[in-house]
């Protein structure tokens, strides 16, 4: 079958790129050069050698007021460390700004690099976390309905707020981050629009994953995305033939210049080597 390929840059925010006018500017010249997605990091520090980190949302914002079509949003946002409410209101007043270009990555997030979680005080048990989660996930698709929100939880409350205005998009998506392998991010994932298995080392592993995942939806024939990320000019055929329907060029923030993101998007988007992709 024909499998029709999304392709996005996917950026670390930091160094040269820790502010949202160069933000905007990337995104836009993204969008020119045809790429469909511009995704950022979610991170408050890292290790050195990196200095300096920009806020996401506030680049995203930028991003969105720079760009008519790209598909914009945080790849992941760890949401264990934002307030639900707050977060019900950034997504809706970015998907607002954007006019409906939203995706919407999360996931547990970590101590592995830079230690933000223990550094700043926030739940450091990945079971807790892992509550956490989707207790604020149920949160923000009630809050983005309109409706008025009355939740009691083990972690969080919300006493009959109604949140509008609410999305441009009837139901903003959810992609689900997890490392691959690991089932319990799968489940959740299912329960959504997308996953975003991190590690996958061969394409056999993304099929197996993308099996899984069927297996766990509640309806497997609705439409749904299985992300990848590959390095720059890597070809992505072998993850569409497995079932990837986003390919994300990944930078490695260590050695990442402003330079290198700006040539590699005004390459243009990856293309598969064949247009007839298996699933």
């Not at 914002?61 to 934002?82: H, I, K, N, W, Y």
């Not at 080392?201 to 749904?224: G, M, N, V, W």
């Not at 072998?238 to 990837?244: I, L």
Request: some cysteine; glycine content about 8%; hydrophobic content about 40%.
């Amino acid at each position: 079958m024909t499998t029709n390929l999304s392709s996005a840059i996917w950026v670390p925010l930091f160094d040269e790129l820790a502010d949202p006018r160069v933000a905007a500017q990337l995104a836009a010249e993204a969008e020119e050069a045809g790429w469909h997605g511009f995704f950022v990091w979610d991170h408050l520090t890292w290790p050195a050698p990196i200095t300096r980190v920009a806020d996401p949302w506030i680049s995203l914002a930028a991003a969105a007021a720079a760009t008519e079509s790209l598909r914009l949003g945080p790849m992941v946002t760890p949401v264990t460390r934002r307030r639900p409410a707050k977060l019900a209101r950034e997504t809706a007043a970015l998907d607002l700004l954007s006019d409906g270009r939203l995706i919407m990555g999360v996931g547990l997030g970590g101590d592995r690099y830079g230690a933000e979680l223990t550094r700043t005080g926030e739940q450091t048990d990945d079971r807790v976390r892992a509550e956490m989660l989707d207790e604020l996930l149920d949160v923000l698709v009630a809050a983005w309905s309109g409706e008025p929100v009355r939740h009691q939880g083990r972690h969080y409350t919300i006493d009959d707020i109604t949140f509008l205005p609410t999305p441009v998009q009837p139901h903003v998506p959810i992609w689900a981050a997890g490392y691959a392998g690991n089932l319990k991010p799968m489940r959740r994932a299912a329960r959504f629009d997308g996953y975003f298995p991190i590690g996958i080392e061969h394409p056999d592993q993304l099929a197996q994953t993308y099996e899984t995942i069927q297996e766990h939806r509640a309806d497997p024939t609705a439409p749904y995305d299985l992300v990848m990320s590959v390095l720059p000019g890597a070809d992505p055929a072998p993850y569409v033939a497995a079932g990837a329907t986003w390919c994300l060029t990944e930078f490695d923030p260590d050695v990442m210049t402003l330079n290198q993101v700006r040539g590699v998007l005004r390459d243009g988007p990856a293309i598969p080597s064949t247009e007839e992709t298996p699933r």
